[in-house]
């Protein structure tokens, strides 16, 4: 067995762990870098970017079908599969390119290839190859996609995100398990793209949302295009030749039907079993995953630090890299451990229209013990902007503190959503007030103009003191 001495081992080559790699040796630290699988990170190869890819192509197919509404008639569509994945497939080709450019350019001694588990809190074995004696040990090992029970060992025809992109054509039919952001993503853009889809969801949830109203509004927009199906359950299924026979139920009522594909997209499970834990010393919670402090990346006051999807605090990209800063840096440095820094909350789905939320989600202001909030509202139907674009739907909602008048945070499904997602982020960053929003400049016409008339909404109802929201007497959605 090979036997390595470093200061830092660095467990998972994906954006945390290739951001907490460079900030740890920015810091003079003897640093290596450990990888299992392929490098190019789980966004670039099948995540952030492969899947915008796609939806790219939907966007584009859907255009040709809202033309005619605009006096443009384009004549027959033809949506040609292959060379659609060819597309998907060349470009995310080309952005894992970089990253493994990135990883190629790295010291040979800094790179370690293999699983890696605790042996002792110190100690990490690399399958069965090599042992390293670490003084500080970063974690950044990501997630896989969650596996249902009743899913399992069916046969080729259940698949997760992670196989999508490796498609050489797009298939006749998909089942989609889940509307979290990876089913309503995929759904819909394999629905736009003439694949015969359906959406399975076990409750009500729409992705990340959690205000009520915004809710009720995402799942009446999003079934005008997608065919989703709320309340249902798994309940069955065989592969049959190159189909899969699934039956679900619903209301007392079982409907059993065909489809090519079933795509699970029920959550994503942190890649915490199988690295040894029980040998780190350091406290887990129910679910497996260390306890850490969100500011410093630290496990406890130990030796040892959590980035990216493996802590499960904020499963996205810039939170990947923002975790593998401050874990990279403190475990460079240790044990001079420091607070790095955090932004304001922003979560986009790249749905049409864009689900958004950013801030304060409705339900963190309604958990107990927390004060009145006002709330303020706009819907996009008779929106100007978005009525030209023929894209008027959705609901913006914007909450602020009655004391200070401070803007906390949103929940959106709305058009441009990713935009007007950043421009209300980076005002809870900037810790405004409604107020000083509004004094702000909007142009004419634009979307924002919806977001001031919201704003203008909230800016009437703290004025009116509280007597808003009773967090108490809400409900807020999942
Ligand atoms: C379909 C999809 C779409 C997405 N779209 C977006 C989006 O639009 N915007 C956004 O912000 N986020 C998006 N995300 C989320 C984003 O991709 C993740 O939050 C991010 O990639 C997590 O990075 P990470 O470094 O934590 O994990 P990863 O990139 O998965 O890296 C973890 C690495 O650790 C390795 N590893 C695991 N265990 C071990 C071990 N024991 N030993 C050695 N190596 C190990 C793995 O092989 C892997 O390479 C999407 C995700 C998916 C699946
Ligand atoms: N645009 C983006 O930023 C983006 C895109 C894709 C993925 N992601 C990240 O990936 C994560 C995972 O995405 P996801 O959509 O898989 O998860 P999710 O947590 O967003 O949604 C999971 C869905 O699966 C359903 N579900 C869970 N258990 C189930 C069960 N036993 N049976 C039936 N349904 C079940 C839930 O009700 C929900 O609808 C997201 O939380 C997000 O952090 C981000």
Redesign the pocket.
Known sequence: MKKLKVDVAV???????LVAYRAAKAQGARTVL????V?G???AR???MP??LLIAAAEAAHMLQLAPQFGVHPGTTRIDGVAVMARVRRERDRFVGFVVEGVDAMPDEDKVR????FVDPHTLQ?DDHTEIDARRIVI????S?TRLPTLENVGPGVIT?DDVFYWNDLPRSVAVIGTG??GL??GQALARLGVRTRVYARGGSVAQLSDPVVLKTASRVLCEELDIHFQSRILKAEQDGDDVVLTTGRHDEAITERFQYVLQAAG?TP?VH??GLEHAGIALDDSGVPVFDPRTMQCGNSHIFI????NQER??????ADH?KIAGDNAGRFPDIRPGLRRAPLT?A?TEPNIVTLGASYKALCAPGKSKFAVGQVSFENQGRSRVMLQNKGMLRVYGEYRTGRFLGAEMIAPRGEHIGHLLAWAVQSRLTVDQMLEMPFYHPVIEEGVRTALRDLAANLAKGESDIDPDSVEPGT
């Not at 467990?11 to 762990?17: C, L, M, V």
Request: hydrophobic share 35%; charged share 15%; net charge neutral.
């Open positions: 467990i998972g080559a994906g954006t945390a762990g450990i990888e299992r699988g490098y990170t789980t966004c099948v995540g952030c899947s915008k293999g699983h890696a588990r690399v950044a090992t990501g997630s996609p995100s952001v990876i993503e995929l994503r890649n199988g690295l980035a990216g999807d493996a499963p996205v990209l810039p939170e990947a593998g986009a790249f």
